[in-house]
């Protein structure tokens, strides 16, 4: 048998692939090669060289061109890659695809690492001193007029400034230029640590140098950025590496500022949101090691960390880590093998820690550091529960609610209503018939959209024109049902006409800098009302608002989702850390008609510790993650019996496997864009069961006949069911 090089193609299928070595060049683990494949070319990295053949030579086709000198990808990150493939039961190269930016998965030379940088030219002086240009352009030649920028920046002061880029440059008033090589200076001091703080920076600071789990467990305000930025000084100056993660983009800015005016040192962003260039650039600088502080969200934990001295993950609970299609791994629990492989202390911050770390910290896999105190805010937040049962309502909103918000903007201060659904109302029913509208793709209710005179499928897009009239009895009177933040939105300015009233969701945020804005205007000491989702619930300090209202929770108490209860807690929590986060009392308010549920009052009385220490030991009663262990297949076909018999194959093939099987069953939301839905839910007491039984399984699945026929995906440890 010939020498081969086994290569991952970005295939959704369980196999790496067989080529001949190419005729010029040569080909090391990590280094990407074109191949051909099927009835065209493709792009794969290399897993191993010099291997014997599977197949005889007669088949094997030869590796068109070797694209990488030296590996792209290094030792640990191969390694890392093929143990998260095995563990997450991906398709290897879909596994290694994730880790590359999709500008480096293309048969195109590396960019240049150079940093990009735009100044005026003299044309562009002249077209600013004229306004001949207006929008997007002018902010950016007015940006421009103080002196060359980099890209970074731009990003930062600017977000969609490309479009504009590309329009001035191609009318001559903009050119690309280089920037000497000029550290920004530190222009904030640090603190004087707390007892707590600097015990946690001693603590995490003796780890350097090997791989040692953390909780940090502080809430919001409790200056738990602090210490992780006092850590990074530690590990810049040890002339090492830096990753910090973050669930979203939206909270991304906010802290490049924090830590490059701390620190004074460039930091490195990556996001999807990125251009693809910037995003391969900044993910090149970190795989040269000039790159000293990473940011980024989910796929960021793929970055090459040649140099690595410390991981963090912020906000570790938030369930934006797990990615939800394709490769479905979890980028806290990557974080952790890349921490074990790179021996470095990996730290995972929350105020509302998620119950496996909680069960990691009980088992002493890891340490926890607590922050109790909050530096700068007055006292924490008192919540209130407001009992609304038998209360005349306002729209969904009790007297009480409505007292507090009046009471909150004549201090001049703000208040939060928080709800988290998006639109006018969740249901549109008739009165006179019983019809309501309904997604004729996934037969489930459609959300009325009020001021786009729409109603939406939020489970699939779908979207019809409002009715006039009843489609089904013509009566005239069609009645939303349920409140959602637009008709909150309009009940709240009615109620307060004098108070400007905001609304923060996705439909009001579309653009990225308008939610920027919006928090802009909001630092201002005025009274406002805002009125918003789960967006709200992070980061952002808003130092006049000092009331939340929280509205429309009791769905999360009885949701058949055994996570429910934990999602529920923990944005209770979060969202009610937005409350006096400055100078003032913040004070937090909770709607419901379930004043006496057990877990709502042990969240209230004695907090977020304990409520999760006992929701913990329901599981483990029960034996539910993390105590036992999941998997689910999902399978959706157009036709219902396509996915049952692929399910019933699958579940077959595990009949004497020592493992528990639920299903096959309909999925919890049966229909779906137009298609049928079912699942398998697999578990067992210990991974190393699961595993053993899954991984011939999931290769052999397909091989199957049926698999051809439905759309089908393993997902481990799955954090929903859906
Ligand atoms: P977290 O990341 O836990 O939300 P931060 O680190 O952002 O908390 O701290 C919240 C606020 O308190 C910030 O404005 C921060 O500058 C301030 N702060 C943090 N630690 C201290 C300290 N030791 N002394 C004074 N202010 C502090
Ligand atoms: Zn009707
Ligand atoms: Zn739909």
Redesign the pocket.
Known sequence: MPAVLRVALPVPLPTLFDYLPASLGRADVGSRVLVPFGKGKAVGVVVEAEVEAAVGSTRLKRVLKVLDDSPLLDAELMATLARAADYWLGAPGEAYANALPLALREDRPLPDLREEAWTLTAAGRSALDAGSRRGGSRALLEALARGPLTATLLHEVLPGWRDAARRLDDAGLIERTELAGSAPAPVTTP????TE?REAVAAIGESLGHFQPFLLD?V???????VYLALIEQVIAQGKQALLLVPEIGLAPQTVRRVRDRLGVAVEVLHSNLAEGDRARAWLRARSGEAKVILGTRSAVFTPLPHAGLIVIDEEHDSAYKQQEGFRYHARDLALLRARALKVPVVLGSATPSLETLANVQAGRYRSLR?RAR??AIRPPQVQIVDMRAQRLEHGLSPALLAAVADTVARGEQALVFRNRRGYAPVLLCHACGWHAECPRCEHPMTLHAGRRQLICHHCDYTARLPAQCPACGAPDLKPQGQGTERLEEALTAQFPEVPVMRIDRETTRRRDAFEQLLESLHEDRPAILVGTQMLAKGH?LPNLTLVAIVGVDEGLHSVDFRASERLSQLVVQVAGRAGRARKPGRVLLQTHHPEHPLLRQLLAQGYAAAAATLLEERRSVQLPPYGHQVLLRAEAHQREHVDAFLADAANALAGAPLQLAGPMPAPMPLRAGRHRGQLLIEAETRSALHTALRPWYRMLSTLPSSRRVRWSLDVDPIDLY
């Open positions: 603190p004087e640590l707390t703080q502080g919001t305000g409790s200056g738990k950025t602090e922050l530096p700068g300090d």
